[in-house]
């Protein structure tokens, strides 16, 4: 074994149901469905959301492991994924109340969530997907 310690780099995926719009209340329905398109329907939306959180770390020599996924995945579902699951992200979450909930929104109002919750290990990224076709990423920049 050489001394080198070696930065590893590991995701947990969680899932959460939920409903949301795009709508700025400054603007008219008209502009906000010339914009926002059926994303701005007054009766909301949903999707199924997959967020993956990467953490990075040296892995510990007793355990072999950066960071215990169990105690990941507790962490990613009682701050994050149990208390989205089956809300709307414009009315029912405090911390996401006054904001546009967009994916770019939500990912790094997460970010400031979990991060401080990290221990021993550092929060590298997290991804945050809408769709097949949509997902955003965030690094803490
Ligand atoms: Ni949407």
């Not at 409903?19 to 909301?44: D, I, R």
């Not at 892995?59 to 990941?72: F, I, R």
Request: aromatic share 10%; glycine share 4%; hydrophobic share 35%.
């Amino acid at each position: 074994m050489s001394g080198k310690q070696k930065i590893v780099y590991i995701t947990r995926r969680e899932r959460f149901n939920a409903a949301h719009k795009l709508y700025n209340p400054n603007w008219t329905e008209a502009e906000n469905e010339a914009f926002f398109g059926k994303c701005s329907n007054k009766f909301y939306h949903g999707h199924n959301f997959e967020l993956f959180v990467t953490i990075k770390g040296i892995a510990n020599p007793e355990t072999g492991m950066v960071m215990d996924l169990k105690k990941l995945k507790k962490v990613i579902k009682e701050n994050i994924t149990d208390p989205l699951d089956h809300r709307n992200l414009n009315e029912d979450i405090p911390w996401l109340k006054g904001s546009m909930p967009s994916i770019e929104n939500i990912i790094t109002a997460i970010w400031d969530i979990l991060e401080p919750l990290m221990e021993n290990s550092k929060l590298h990224s997290l991804k945050l997907v809408e769709t097949e076709n949509n997902f955003v990423e965030y690094f803490g920049e």
